[in-house]
Antibody
């Protein structure tokens, strides 16, 4: 079955760090742009970051620039979102998603929940 | 950054109704516009990409339109499984911003 599986979420104190992982099953990630999208409780979707197939092109939303780092390990069929200096505003469900050739996000994981609280 | 203004924020409708949701981009996005459906507790699902391309398996009652920076998602003959929240997203240039969402609920 073709799927994306996120992991690594949890409870972290403000200023802390978390490492989210997105692993692909049933297909190779290496040919795809991969995005992270988050959704705070009861709120809308917010695009966070994406990475090109070879990792040479990376973009972030302004609010996470300098604190989050997206990377990929094509050999392990995975994409990582390293989050540091976490703020309460970063608390959300984090989804990874595959970008299709027409730029739609055509495959999503089930999400991993990040809670930021003291 | 490209802003996406989606309206309405909510709409109440009945089974069989036609519903149209609108997104307006703050600049030209070359029709790099996608529509998603999200149900509570679930990940979003891609319905339409490139403004009007229906994804495989998505019912034909969903359709997308475009005119310049103005985009529409129309659901003709609403079905019970269509009550959900819908989002547009532009993919012309990062950040790939989403609209604010439209909740379609039962009248």
């Amino acid at each position: 079955e073709v799927e994306l599986v996120e992991s690594g979420g949890g409870l972290v104190q403000p200023g802390g760090s978390l490492r989210l992982s997105c692993v692909a099953y049933g297909f190779s990630l290496s040919g795809h742009w991969i995005s992270w999208v988050r959704q705070a409780p009861g709120k809308g979707l917010e695009w966070v970051a994406h990475i090109s197939p070879d990792g040479s092109y990376i973009n972030y939303v302004d609010s996470v620039e300098g604190r989050f780092t997206i990377s990929r390990d094509n050999a392990r069929n995975s994409v990582i979102l390293q989050m540091s200096n976490l703020k309460s505003a970063d608390a959300a469900m984090y989804y990874c998603a595959r970008t299709a050739s027409d730029r739609g996000l055509d495959l999503w994981g089930q999400g991993t929940l990040v809670t930021v609280s003291s | 950054d490209i802003q996406m203004t989606q309206s309405p924020s909510s709409v109440s409708a009945s089974v069989g109704d036609s519903v149209t949701i609108t997104c307006r981009a703050s600049q030209d996005i070359n029709n790099w516009l996608a529509w998603y459906q999200q149900k509570p507790g679930k990940a979003p699902k891609l319905l339409i990409s490139a403004a009007s391309t229906l994804q495989s398996g998505v019912p034909s009652r969903f359709s997308g339109g475009a005119s310049g920076t103005h985009f529409t998602l129309t659901i003709s003959s609403l079905q019970p499984e269509d009550f959900a929240t819908y989002y547009c997203q532009q993919a012309k240039g990062a950040p790939d911003t989403f609209g604010q969402g439209t909740k379609v609920d039962v009248k």
